[in-house]
């Protein structure tokens, strides 16, 4: 009995440990996908498109000839689940709240517009094209607020599927490439001042990162006052989180059988500490060097994509064909008319 049970114990203990290898090489893997992407990106023609669209587009392809790696699934979902909650916290370094309360009040107002807008219209087109509503919720969030990032937020609120946050971050990261190249392009042939350039880019493009790419050719002043109209909308995902929140536990009350237990995004909590640390600890009480921020900025574009690859393996192209079309249609018109009126409201 004594050698039986010695037995199983070392059976249990191996398999435990074979269990963490899988899980490491899970990991490992969406670490190498995005190291691939990253390098992709840097490639003329794809700099444009981004790390985080290649790596999703590779993470895709992959799945469509190999299939999802059954073995490694653990250390996948860990990257897809517990490091995208992660980078969300670190995005919030990204969000100087003093900047926002004391020069773009005034911005705020049309970054409000610029979320409703987006939101209501996209919804409206989804139902009117008959769309999936999950995937053009989405994307009208991420068209609002701020791209990928926000989708990634919204997504455990909405219980939205995984493959329908990485089919939305995917979409938003090339739509919103190919709408700040166009702006760079129409931008001298168009009647603004360098200010109003700035705030148009800020209140009407799809992510930072689009921003930057469109508002720095235009000089450092439109850069900055982009980035800070972009700032504002990033500062509202969190009113509009808890708003989410509660729309869910209404709609959950309203359905014959309801699962009103909504979880509680605690990860936002940290988006706001952190928020709060970069605004007031961050450069006051505590300087760290610029090469330092910087490369917490860039592990955070980092780990934010290991977790996109994650939820991209989920991605069948059949399902896309019939799923995504729609609401990609549903997205392309709102960024259109928001692109237009905004450009008519300065």
């Known amino acids: 009995m004594t050698n039986t049970l010695v037995k199983q114990q070392n059976l249990t203990k191996q398999r435990g440990s074979y269990s963490r290898v899988l899980w490491l090489w899970g990991i490992g893997f969406t670490f190498i996908i995005t190291l691939v992407g990253f390098g992709l990106s840097k490639v003329p023609g794809l700099d444009h498109v981004g790390q ?11 799945r469509q000839i190999w299939g999802y790696p059954e073995k490694f699934r653990t250390g996948i979902q860990f990257s897809a689940k517990r490091l995208l909650r992660l980078a969300i916290i670190l995005f919030g370094l990204r969000l100087n709240i003093d900047v926002v309360f004391h020069q773009g009040l005034g911005l705020l107002v049309r970054d409000v517009g610029s979320i409703v807008f987006s939101i209501f219209l996209t919804i409206f087109l989804a139902k009117l094209f008959k769309a999936e509503a999950s995937l053009s919720l989405l994307l009208g969030i991420g068209t609002g607020v701020c791209g990928a990032a926000a989708i990634a937020a919204v997504s455990p609120i909405l219980k939205a599927k995984d493959e329908d946050t990485a089919i939305g971050a995917g979409i938003i990261a090339l ?11 129409i931008k ?12 148009w880019s800020g209140v009407s493009l799809h992510e ?3 921003v930057a790419l469109a508002a720095a050719p235009a000089g450092p002043d439109a850069l900055a006052i982009a980035l800070l109209a972009k700032l504002g909308r990033v500062f509202l995902l969190v009113p509009l989180s ?4 509660y729309w869910m536990k209404r709609k959950g009350k309203n359905e014959p059988n309801p699962d009103t237990k909504v979880e509680f995004p605690w990860f936002l909590i940290g988006f706001i500490i952190m928020s709060l640390f970069g605004s007031y600890v961050l450069g006051h009480a505590i300087t760290i060097p610029a090469s330092i921020m910087n490369g917490v900025s860039y592990s955070t574009s980092f780990i934010l994509t290991m977790a996109m690859i994650g939820l ?13 079309l729609r609401p990609l249609l549903a997205m392309s018109i709102t960024s259109v008319l928001l692109s237009v009126i905004t450009f008519f409201t300065m």
């Open 208 to 210: 930072i990162a689009h």
């Open 175 to 185: 739509v919103g490439t190919i709408f700040a190249i166009a702006y760079t392009i």
């Open 188 to 199: 001298p042939f168009i009647p603004l001042t360098v200010l109003q350039y700035g705030v």
């Open 312 to 324: 991209g393996l989920n991605v069948s192209l059949k399902d896309l064909r019939t799923k995504a």
């Open 52 to 62: 985080l669209a290649c790596a999703i587009i590779i993470a895709v392809i992959y």
């Open 242 to 245: 808890f708003i989410l929140m």
